[in-house]
């Protein structure tokens, strides 16, 4: 048969072409807009949990058709602050910011079912914190879903519950209480741990202390314990941290002086090295690493940033700096990148980027919830 060499240079070049995609991340992003984002139809995000507080105080369930979010369900909770999802998904995690529960000074946590088809949530239980450990600020589920770790901002401590086969959670088995204070008055007369994230391997998570002036690597294997102590800046106070997708590039905000710290985590060790310089801006609100992990989004009281990463030399550049009308209390990165949600207290907004400078394209209010704090997408 004759050959058409139109068709053969055609078939060349787009077989060239793949190939360069398949090394390059930068491609991928480039074709990462709408058209293509779509036809990864199996990270497209299906539902949302928003935690709110307030008037409208629980847990809003939307579901989301075509960038379209629906109301589902209200679910009432007291005070939710912060939610993770079991990594099978069948259940949601909700801690309560409250300093009583059943007549106790402490906090709790509350485990929901969420049902396969509906996704509605249905309560499997609540458990109470340790005593004393009131007012907790973040919650995070080991990889493997067997543990939940808690963060007590007025009890400065950690607690860890084990999450038992049916999702429900088991006590507090394990309790560790920090110590420890810094310059500033009114935040910092004692330990105030922030927030949690637990590093690739599982046994072990990395916590900020927003007022001991502290970042430390505890280990989770056999109860609670302390494995690294890592001192930051007098007076910053640590609060949000970021793990990159590599394990090896920490990022951390300081609410009290508005910079933002890079760290170097060996994931193989467990230890904290310091990496690069401190950024100072308006900083300490909310953070998040894009899950390709090239971009950086890290809020202040009144703004949003955009920083692109090179995690190979621990390198941010600045690509973007916006004004937000309201304080950014929590960030989630789209799985398919070029763009995120953040909620605010009026709501959950979406904010698109351009894939090649991040600079912004649009931004909608997905969900309007007054008192939003926090956010799961599913």
């Not at 053969?8 to 190939?19: E, I, N, P, Q």
């Not at 008037?55 to 939710?80: C, D, K, M, T, Y």
């Not at 308006?282 to 090239?294: N, Q, R």
Request: with cysteine; glycine share 10%.
């Amino acid at each position: 048969m004759r050959r058409d060499p139109l068709t053969r240079r055609s078939f060349v070049r787009m077989t060239g072409l793949a190939s360069v995609a398949a090394q390059s991340k930068w491609l991928h992003a480039a074709v990462g807009s709408d058209r293509w984002t779509d036809l990864a139809s199996s990270r497209r995000p299906r539902f949302a949990f928003v935690g709110a507080t307030g008037p409208n105080e629980g847990v809003h369930l939307f579901a989301i058709e075509n960038e379209r979010w629906s109301l589902r369900q209200i679910v009432r909770s007291a005070a939710p602050v912060s939610l993770a999802l079991h990594p099978s998904s069948r259940t949601l995690y909700v801690l309560n910011e409250i300093s009583e529960f059943q007549g106790l000074p402490t906090g709790s946590v509350e485990a929901y079912r969420i049902d396969k088809s509906t996704r509605q949530l249905d309560l499997l239980g609540r458990q109470a914190l340790s005593l004393s450990a009131t007012m907790p600020r973040h919650l995070a589920v080991s990889p493997d879903g067997k543990s939940l770790a808690v963060a007590v901002h007025g009890g400065g401590a950690y607690n860890l519950l084990p999450i038992l086969e049916d999702g429900q959670l088991g006590r507090v088995r394990s309790i560790l209480k920090e110590t420890g204070s810094g310059p500033a008055n009114g935040h910092q007369e004692t330990a105030h741990p922030q927030s949690i994230v637990f590093d690739p391997t599982g046994s072990r998570f990395i916590a900020a202390d927003l007022g001991s002036d502290r970042v430390s690597v505890l280990s989770v294997e056999d109860g609670l314990g302390a494995l690294v102590r890592h001192t930051m800046p007098p007076g910053s106070g640590p609060r949000n941290l970021a793990l990159h997708p590599n394990g090896q590039l920490l990022v951390v905000d300081h609410a009290l002086d508005g910079s933002l710290s890079l760290l170097r985590y060996d994931s193989a060790t467990g230890t904290i090295t310091k990496r690069g310089p401190r950024f100072h801006g308006p900083f300490g609100s909310a953070l998040a690493i894009d899950p390709s992990g090239d971009f950086l989004y890290a809020a202040g009281p009144a703004e949003l940033n955009v920083w692109r990463i090179k995690p190979s030399i621990g390198a941010l550049t600045r690509l973007q700096s916006q004004p937000m009308e309201k304080e950014v209390t929590a960030i989630v990165p789209h799985p398919n990148g070029s763009r995120i949600f953040a909620v605010t207290s009026k709501g959950v907004l979406r904010i698109k980027f351009d894939v090649w400078s991040e600079k912004q394209k649009s931004s909608a209010l997905m969900a309007a919830v007054n008192g939003a704090r926090c956010l799961a997408i599913l």
